[in-house]
Each structure stands twice: as C-alpha cells, then as structure tokens.
C-alpha cells in the first residue's frame, strides 16, 4: 500500500480538528471539513443522515462482508489549559477526550483505503459520529436510522492516556462499563426538630437508604464481577431546628455484564422503594434512561486486532489488558448484530503519563 | 368495726397460703381454702365459675353500687430460697409475687365487712382470680363470662418491694405497662460462605431490622410519652463457613397508652414487613395475642384511695408515684366499663429493700 | 391597691412597643422608653449597665427580700403579616414573640408596685433585659455583671399561642428545654465514583452517624425522661460522577434536665468520634456553646404563684401544665443561686387559636 | 518410559486407601502404606520426620533442580454415603476430599519416576503430607522442620467435581483464596429490657457490626479485585424480657492477593473496634491465627504444566480456568522461596456432574 506521507497528513488534519473544536450535535464545521476530506479522495460515497455527521461508504472490488470503522468527532465544553500551538480558538470548547485524534485517524484510513480500493473484498463504512460525550449520543440514533443495516462488524480505537505513544491495547469481552446514573427522591414530612413524631424524616430516611445499598456490592453480586454503587450527593435541608420535607441523592453504578447490571439495579430498586415503605414516605429511585451500556469486544475480532499490531508493530506494541475501563463509550450501541472491537491507543510521550482524558491539559501533541 | 384479730388473721392465712402454693390455673387447694373461709364468714354468697376461681358477693344493708375487690392467688414456677419457717412445702412453686398477701389481705377485708355488712349499701364482690401470671391470665376469663356485669368500680392492690412496710403508693392514670412481646422471624435463603450472590443472608437481614428499629423510639413516638423496645435475643447460625436459612429474634415492647402502642406496633411491622421485602426475604412479626395491657386507674377512684390512706394511716403513709410500673398486671382486664385503681402497698422492712418480684429470696415475713 | 387605669397603660404602653420594634442588643428607642416610664413613677431608682438595658430598683418600706420581675425586649427579625393599625413600622423587625406585651406588663407592675412602695417589704427589681432572641442571650451577661447578686427570687412571664386570654399556667420542675445545637463535620476523601478504594465516602460516613445517632433516644435515655435528637439538614456531594472530601450535617437536642443532656450529648459524641474512626475518617461533632439551659420553676414559687392565681383570678384562670414546653429561653440564666418561676400568659382570643410565637401573623390585639 | 499396569496399581491402591481412611494428623496406617510402596521401589529414600508423615527422596543420575510433588493424605470427619464396594470401613471418617486419591496417583508416580532414575537430572521429592483438612495443617510444619530446604519447585493436583475426567485446569497466579475465619465479640451489660439507658445492648452492637462490615467490601476494595465477608452466626440472648450480656458472631473472610487481604482484615478491624467503642462496650474481632493463603501458582510452571497436558493428553484436555476456586488449602506453604503449580484434575464421569468436595456421596469410583 501506498503510505506516502500519510502521518503528515493525520497530524495535520488533527491539528486543524483541534484548534476547531464543536459541541456535541453541534459539529458543523468538522462535518463539512470531514466530508471534504472524504471528497477529495475520489471514490468514497457520502452518507449524510443529518448536517453533522456523515458516514463514508467504499465499495471493493469484488463481494464480501462490510466492515465499518468508527469515530466519534464531538469535544467538550472546557477552556483548554494547554499551551500549545494549535490550541483551541473556540473557547470553553476542547477536544480533551482524543476526538480530534479518532477523526483524523479515521480520515488517514480512509485515503489510504480509497486508494487501494481494488484490494477490498466486500464495503467499508467510515463512520463520523457526533455527539458521543452527551447520552443519549449519536450511536443511538445512527442505528436506529438503518444507514447502518447490514454492517457485519464495526472497528474503533480511543487514545489512552497512561500507555506508551505506539502501544496498543486489547481487551477481549468486556472493554468499557455499563454506566446508570441515578436520582433517589425521598419525600418525608418535614417539621419542628422538637416533635419527631409528626415527621417523617428525609434526612433518617436517606441515610437508612444508603447504609442498606451498601449490601448490594457486598451481597448479590458474584465476588468474582465487578460492580461500584456510589452515591455522590446528598442534599437535604437548611437549618438546624427544622426538619425538612425531603432529600435528593445522585450517584453512579458501574457494572461490567448484563447479569450484574440487571441484579444491581433489581436490587437498589428494591431497597430504595421499601425503606421509603419502611418509613411511610414517598419517593424512589430513578435511572437515566440513556446511560451508555458497555462495550463487549468480540473474541475473533480481537484476534484479529491482536495479529494485525504484532505484525505491523511488532509483539511489544501489543498491551493485553486485563481489565476494563471504567467508563462509558457509545460504542457500544453499535453491537449486535455486527461484531464490534475497540481497542485503545497510547498516547503517552517521553516517559511521562499524560493528563487523564477531560482534563483541559490533556495531550496536544 | 370490728377489727379484732384482723392482722393475727391475715398473718395467719397468708402464711398458710405460702407453705402451699400452686401454680396458675391450677389452684385448686387454694380455691378451697378460699372458699371455706368466705363460707365461714356466714353472710356471703359463693360464685364459683370453674374450680379454681371464686367470687365471695355481701349483699349490703341497702341499694347501691357494686364494688369489687381483686386479688390474684396463683404462685410462680420457682424454688423458694428463703429460709423462713413457713417457705413453700411444693417443690418449684413458690409465692413470689406476693399473690398469698393479696389473697390473705382480702380475705380480711371480707372478714370486716361481712361482719359489717348493715353499714354497707349496694353489693361488694370478693374476687379471687386464678392464672394471673399465666397470660392470656385469670382476669379475661372471668369479664367474659359475664359474672362481673354490673360491677361498677373495682379495687386491687400490689405489694412493692422498694417502698417501705406502712406506706402506700397511688398513680393516678396509667399505672402499669401494656407489655407486647415479640417474635421475628427471618427466612432467608442459606449457602457457602464464598458465594453471597447465592444467598439471601438472614444476618445481615436481621442487623438490618435490629438497626432501623431504633428510629420508632427516636422519631415516632412523642417525646413526652414513653416507649420501650428491646430485643432480648438473636439467633442465626452456627458456623463459620456455611451461612444459615433463617434468624429468630425475640423482644418485648412496653408503651403506657394505647395510641403508642398501636404506633410502635404499626411502625414495627412496618419496618419488619419492609426490610424483609427489601432484600427479597420471607418471614414476619408476630405478637403474642394475650398480652397484657395497661391498667389505668380513674382519677376518681385515685381521690378515694387517697383520702382514705391519708385518714387511717396518716399523711406520710400516702405515696405519690409520678411513674408507672414498667411491668404489665391483668388487672386492666376488669377496666372499662368498671373503673378501676390498684394501689401499692409498701413491703420493705427494717431499712433493707426486699428482693425484687419474681426473686426466690422475695420478702417472706 | 391602686389599679385605676392600669389595664389603659398597659394596652397603650404595649402598641407603642410593637409599632416600634428593634432587633436584639439594638433595642436603643426600646430602652429609652421603658426609662422614661420608670422614671416618670417617681420613686423607682435606674440601673443601666448598657445602653440597651436596664434595671428599676424600687426600694420597700422595712428590710426584706428581693424579688425580680423580668422581661425581655427585643424583636425579632420578621416582616409583620397582621392587619393590625399598629402594626410595626419598622421593616424586617416584628414584636411576633410577645415580648412587647412582656415589657408593658413589667412596666404596669412596676407602676402599681411604686404606688404602692409603702407596703413593700424588701427591694423589688424590675429587669428589662436585651437580647433574649439571639444567644449568648441578654441574661448571662447581666448575671454576670454582678448587678442582679443579691436576687433572692425572680419571677418572670411568657405569652402562650394555644390557651384562652384569662387562664395562666403553671409548670412546676422543668418549664422549658436545654437545646443543644449541633454541626457535624465530616472530614473524609473525595475521588471518582468508579475507584471507591481510593475514597473515605463521607455520604456513607454521614448516613452511619445518622442511622448509628438513633440508638440514643432508643436505648440510653431513661424511658420516663424525654430526650429528641434531631438532624435538620445534610449537605454533600454536587455531581452524579464524583464523591465528595465532606460531609455537613446540623441539627438540635433537646432534653429537659441536667443528667440527661449530659447522657445525650456524651453518647452523641462517642458515637460520632468513632464512626469517624471506623471510617478512618476527619471531622467532629460540635455543639453551640452558649444554647440555653432549661428553666427549672422553683416548687415554692410555684405554690405562690398558683395561690396568687387562683386567688386573683378564680380556680379556672389556673392551668396545671403536666408537659414543659420544647422551646428554650434565657431565663434559666437567672435562676441559681435565685429561686424563678416562669409561667406562661394565655392569649388565644374568641375561640380562635392564635398563630404560634415567632410567627409572622402573631398575635396583635 | 514403561507405564506398565500403571492405572491398575494406582486404581488398586487408591481403593485400598479409600477403604482404611485416618483422620488428619492420626494417619498412622496411611504413612505405613505409603511407605511400603515407596520401599518396594527399591531406590527412593524414606525421609520420615513424625509418625504420619513421610517424604520420598529420588536422586537422578545427575546433578540438577529439586523438583517436589505433593500429595496431601488424611480423611474427613464423615459418614460416607456411598454405597460403592470400597467404601469406608471406619465409622465418622471417609475420603470425601480426593486425598486417597491425590496419595495413589503421587505413589504411581514415584513407582515411575523410580524405574526411570536414569533419565532424572537432579533429584524428586514425594511429599506425602499429613493434615491438610486441620488447621494450621501438615505443610507449615513441613516446611518449618527444614527438610524440604532447597527444594526449587513444588507441584500438586487437586481433584475437581465439576470438570469431566480427562480434563486438566490451570489457573495462572492466584488459585484458591486467602481464607480467614473470626470471631467477633460484643461485651455489652444486660438487664432488663424495660430499662435500656441500664444497659449496652449487645444485639444492637452486633448488628451496627454487621452492617457497618457491608461497606467494607462495597468501598474499600478494588471493584476489580475480589473479597468476601461473611457472617455465619450471631448469638445473643435466651428470652423475651432480658437483654444479654454479650453476642457471639462468627464468620470467614476471603480474599485472592495480599494486599486486598490486608486492606480487609484492617478495614473489619477498625470498624469492629470503633464501633464497639462508640457504644461503650468492650470485646474484640479475633481473626484465626493458622488459616491458609492464597496458593498462587508461577507462571513459568504453569507454562511448564499446559505443555505436558497439551502434550500427553491434547488440546481439549486443558482447560484454561480465569477464576481462582474459593477455597483454601495450605499447599500455599510450600511456595517461596520454591515456585509451586497446583493443578485441577477433572472427575465428572457419564456426563454427571460429581457430588461436591466434601459432600458424603463425594466421588467413588
């Protein structure tokens, strides 16, 4: 294959998507940029279900299956911190979360597979999806469209910092967490601190509730999966001598299979709704409905992914990870029926760790 | 009156009383005994529902209201370990609640009465009450069967140790506890300690009740009222490795009204009924059917006791109790229509406290 | 005794007042007026120890006791609601606790008391003290100040929201509560909500010092005493995603005798210092330290003042209060080494209950 | 090398040892077996430090590695169940844990291993070890008597209902669990249950133990690690009315590496000990002193294992296993300084899962 001054253009590229970077749904101008790129390569179809975002079809020369590869091209509401030279001109905008990369990336594979079209077997899809830092994001709505139907399996990567520039890292099964996020509303009767008994205390309530979750981690869930309950806040009241009339608690669950997901949320159900029952209050736990479920990497597509680095980079490029990450991707929405497989991407330089991903110092170079 | 030879009397039969004493509903010799001596007072009519209770009714000199007078003659499953010349002749059954002294102490006031019964208008009736410390108690028994109807006002009175021989205490309102004794049961499903997810761990479960329990005291019942909820005991397992089925718990409410008791008994099954569905377990609250409620004497009554301890025995034999008993009496079996008051009659002697009630060493002289 | 137009002033005196309220320890006008009255009776001698208080002397006729009348004169910080034509002129300050009758009341008396200086025995203080509403309070200080040594009995007053105008009441023993009021901190360690290893949770930390908090009341207060401990807010924690370092949480206690609040306030403190502990965790239980103690009426001064009551009055104008009221008040201050009674002043009118004291449509005419 | 009549005789002599089961630390006749076996090789050298144990010492024709393999020799405390024709002759005792097993194919190997002295480079031990179901178990003597000093690696099979026979498991790095049984004290003060602010309630105490521990595995521990808190038992208290002295509760901890294993003892520690002193009580968390670690099995010698099985046996033999199994065993001991291997031989027969380990109808034939 043809590889001239590929990596220039990748930089190039990226380093443009980063001094302009758009908010989620609101990616018009890296749309237009990315179907431009797309154009200019001579033999790529333009899907365009909505002005931001765009999927790039490439027919081969002969039958076979159709592969996809994906990239997420929104950034995040952040004043970037960084001081380097492609910085980003739009402020209170960032791309901290490796977008820029994903997309120019994906830009990079699709010219170097435009022009060796005639080697394809079968159709490749180059997807640039919006919106994948706001749930219920763009994976969703993609599939839903249909422009994805037929798609026999689907490829993606996301930088990582805390891994070597030129490592990459496969996770077989499991890659990401199902994220729930949740909102417990206590509805007590609230009082003069002096007559309990005319109250039905939120603040004694709320607490029985968290207390009482935390068997749920510790009790039903196989010690061998993994499962985190946090509660992140608990507000309640004003005062000291007046009782309030309720509580709000939010907080996160983290599982890593459908099983344990289904068994965690069953049974934080459960405790919330009858300590509310236990206390005659009212109230109850509410999930999100658009929380991202986790990424499960196909076994043979990691054999492939897992082949394809040793060959190219050589058997020292290759990180076999253990365990997933602890965060959500929509990615995952792209599974099932095609086979799917992420896999993460160093981007560690001279021996230092990066910034964590959002975090407005995160790598710009 | 005629008070000769009263006390020598009622020494007298006490202690022949106490060398025999006979288990509840099962006072047959005792019940004899009664009998013959009313009998022997020649102007009272014998109402004998069932062999072992007896009811001694004197016709006054004119109409009037009928007054009763209780007391209970049944002895508890104890060895006396007094040394005194007439202890307990019946192996384990020994007179430690001073039922001997309330049965002689009315067996004199029959005595004086009969003996003055042209003084007297309306009707007096002697009851004698089996199974006192036996619930559902002698006291039910005997309102349901319809001998007491008509009665209109109802006196009894109970030794005290803690208070001195010659003094008399009276508690207007309620005077004792209603007591509600309990049993939860837990039903939880057991299995290796390595496996919780298998398991629904009726420790934890059990913990979990014994703990919110603690909020019907703190936060449902009026500070200025009075409950008391105690676990007695708790047992679940009894090993190591394998976590049991099931938990048994057993305790005991006190409360001294009824508006309390029927909250704490609500908020309890409440919470009990509420725990168990939060972690998807069986089992359940139960209180014992007979137990026995508050006696709470009438203000009225209460004036009449006063008055007259304060005639014959002066203004220091009158005590006047700020709290109730924490015990519970069957006595308020016999309240409502009737009124009622019950009084304690102080039984310390020389400086020294007599043992407590239900003590084999309880006061003997 | 002279009481020719009494009932006049006191009315007029009491508008004039509550036209004119002023906030705590800035009750200058206030001042200047009850001086001006006091001084306008001729024989009564002024003690100012501040600006914003004072004190008459009113010297009897031979030697004898003193007695101190108190009341207190300051505002509190409300918009007045009522209808009423002399309703406050001064925004955000309204007389809704009262004390504007108070202070007309002490001023009647101290008219009354120096035209009648002839038939006292003994020196009469009439104590108009600042700052009750805003603890340290105005009554510590004075006491302090030594002007007041030498008081042998003090009497004071409340308005009372719920009993008829006409009837007074009288609490023997304990009259109102100690509060304590009380911060907890919780010092624990923030992180992300998926790596809770890395954590001190201080909403779980917090939810166990409540849950733990309701075994106080349950179990170490003698059931027959009356104790409530109640947390009026927790605060913790913003997001979904990212626990907080800290907790806070407030609230109050109420007790009604020394032992108690002790017995309280020492389990509330083990109690929180070792979960704190337990959870390896900062922070502290901190209780105000200048809350009020509970008035305790001494038994004397209350067979005076029932006696005094009953005789002016009439028996119904008599309330024998069985309960203490749950609020605190600075009055207890005074008490110790001096005897003191508070009794509280009935002002429901036509049947109607009046709004409760610091209420902003609290009683006008 | 010649395997003649090797299944026989290793059938043939498991059968014997299955029949004349000796429970741990009294296997008398089971070492006097062994021993004759090891003889009748004619070149092993007997090393017998006590009674009922004893090693088999090969030396090859060269200087090399010392290479031990171990077979753990004593019964359960059993009735068998089964009703096979070599089943126990000794009442209570019965190989329900596969060491009659474990010892014969041990023996058959040594007869091996013996006839074939001219193909070993270094020398072979053949530890057949006492104890193992008692702890503190015979391998921590074993290892402390120094006779396995120099010892390079160390392997041992264990059987395994759940895997079909012919199958073999290796698990890299952890393969079963720390294990650490307790006991947890409550010494509270008992009375009467009408008189809680008497006592320290040790059913209260135990149950804010219980659940307080639940936040030990839910918060303090790697969501990617294991741990597992079990209470087994909770004692406390014989009655309805009178609260108990003291609660007994019991349990098992078990954990996979060192440090989750410290983190969880020290976690259940502070939590047991602060909270008994927020309460005031006395008693303490006792963990055993003799409990098994973690056997964590050496790569290098896994590589080692999953080459012979693949080899001897082909591929499907091996199977890869990513859990560690939940138990414990104290083969533990005999790693480091020496690399151990333990393996997991299959034993499910006519596709029928095996009764468990332990189980009295546990495999017989």
Redesign the interface.
């Known amino acids: 294959m043809n590889f001239d001054n590929i990596e220039e253009d990748i930089i190039k590229w990226r380093r443009i998507l980063h001094e302009n970077p758009e908010p989620s749904f609101k990616e018009y101008k890296t749309t237009e940029f990315i179907k431009e790129k797309l154009l200019s390569f001579g033999n790529i179809e333009i899907i365009q279900p909505a002005e931001t975002r765009v999927i790039g079809k490439l027919k081969g020369s002969s039958q076979g299956k159709t592969v996809a590869f994906r990239a997420d091209i929104d950034a995040l509401p952040l004043d970037e911190k960084t001081e380097c030279d492609f910085r980003s001109k739009n402020n209170g905008i960032m791309h901290a979360c490796g977008h820029d990369m994903h997309t120019a990336i994906l830009l990079g594979l699709a010219r170097i597979l435009s022009e060796n079209k005639q080697r394809i077997k079968g159709e490749v899809l180059f997807i640039f999806q919006r919106g994948e830092e706001m749930a219920p994001g763009g994976a969703a709505e993609l599939k839903k469209s249909g422009v994805l139907d037929g798609m026999d399996m689907v490829f993606s990567l996301h930088v990582m910092p805390g891994e070597k520039t030129g490592r990459i890292g496969v996770k077989r099964g499991t890659a990401t ?1 199902n994220k729930d ?2 909102d417990i509303y206590v509805k007590g009767k609230g009082g ?6 005319q ?1 039905k ?1 939120p ?2 309530i ?19 999966n ?19 009339d309720t ?1 709000h ?4 669950v ?1 599982t890593f299979d459908g099983k344990t997901r289904e ?1 965690v949320k069953n049974r934080m159900k ?2 919330v ?3 509310l ?4 209050a009212g109230g109850e736990i509410k999930f999100f409905e658009n929380d991202y479920k986790a990424v499960y990497n196909d076994e043979e597509l990691c054999d492939i992914a897992e082949k394809v680095i040793m060959k190219k980079f050589g058997k020292d490029a290759l990180v076999i990870k253990e ?1 997933p990450e ?2 959500s991707e929509d990615f995952s929405e792209y599974i099932n029926p095609a086979k799917g497989c992420m896999v993460w991407l160093g981007v560690d330089k001279n021996g230092k760790e990066n910034p964590k991903l959002h975090n407005p110092y995160f790598c710009s170079k």
């Open positions: 967490a996020t949740f003069h601190s002096s007559m309990p008994q109250v205390d603040i004694l709320g607490s029985e509730i968290v207390t009482n979750l935390q068997s749920v981690v510790a009790r039903n869930v196989d010690p061998f993994t499962a985190v309950i946090s509660t992140a806040s608990f507000k309640s009241g004003e005062e000291y001598g007046v009782i309030p509580a608690l939010t907080g996160a983290r068994t459960l405790i709704e009858n300590i029952k236990a206390y005659e365990r602890s965060f």
